[in-house]
């Protein structure tokens, strides 16, 4: 199961295998307060298109196909895809406030359709 989940809530059992998909490190945020497995920067939207996208509800249908083309592209997702199959438990973390227009529900969708088709 890939559950998302924000950081800034607090550490549960059921989180599993936790991983953080943020390219920077969340404010206010003490490295041990976080309890991550695994941080992978790189999996997280490029620079340019966070921006871009700004968690504006008007820009999500082409977020999410933007960042679907970079993922596809992207040599992190295998490392993500090995974790998972390691730890079939995993919730992703993600520091933005705005929980339904979040880069980390693209990923879980993204991860969810790869594994169907593994």
């Known amino acids: ?5 924000r950081i800034y809530e607090a550490v549960s059992q059921d989180d599993g295998f936790r991983v953080l998909v943020d390219r920077l490190w969340p404010r206010g945020l003490k490295k041990e307060q976080a309890q991550i497995q695994l941080w992978l920067k790189e999996i997280a939207p490029s620079a340019a298109l966070r921006k871009w996208f700004d ?13 679907t083309q970079e993922l596809s592209t992207n040599k992190a997702v295998k490392q993500l895809v090995d974790a998972y199959k ?18 980390a529900l693209v990923l879980q969708d993204f991860l969810i359709q790869k594994m169907a088709l593994s």
């Open 86 to 103: 390691k730890h079939p438990n995993m919730t992703l973390l993600y520091a933005a406030r705005e929980q339904q227009y979040n880069h």
């Open 55 to 67: 968690h504006e509800a008007e820009k999500w249908a082409t977020f999410k196909n933007s960042y």
């Open 1 to 5: 199961m890939i559950r998302i989940k």
